[in-house]
């Protein structure tokens, strides 16, 4: 079993940044993806980014290319997302994923980007 924590949602302003957390626990070394999904009222939750835990490859999806980076730190079994130029539309709950071969799923977070 692997147990996840986010952390870091809010409000913020457009064009602002977060960074979100997400910090898991158990089986840790079966993990060998983690990643970021999003969902808003209404709409299935959505690919955000996702890196590997072995070797560090990034993906994004393209709506958050060249604002959003996701890093990794192992010996904490934390992954971050860095969200900058933040847009109303990037609001939603974000949640984590991890990849262990089972997939499991963080309680998310919730980022609220309004004036």
């Known amino acids: 079993q692997v147990q996840l924590v986010e952390s870091g949602g809010g409000l913020v302003q457009p064009g602002g940044s977060l960074r979100l957390s997400c910090t898991a626990s158990g089986r840790t070394l079966s993990i060998y993806t983690m990643g970021w999904f999003r969902q808003t009222p209404g709409k299935e939750r959505e690919f955000v980014a996702q890196?590997?835990?072995?070797?560090?490859?990034?993906y994004y999806a393209d709506s958050v290319k060249g604002r959003f980076t996701i890093s990794r730190d192992n010996a904490k079994n934390t992954v971050y997302l860095q969200m900058n130029s933040l847009k109303p539309e990037d609001t939603a709950v974000y949640y984590c994923?991890?990849?262990?071969?089972?997939?499991?799923w963080g309680q998310g977070t919730q980022v609220t980007v309004s004036s």
């Open positions: 994923h991890a990849a262990a071969p089972s997939t499991y």
């Open positions: 890196i590997s835990m072995n070797y560090g490859n990034m």
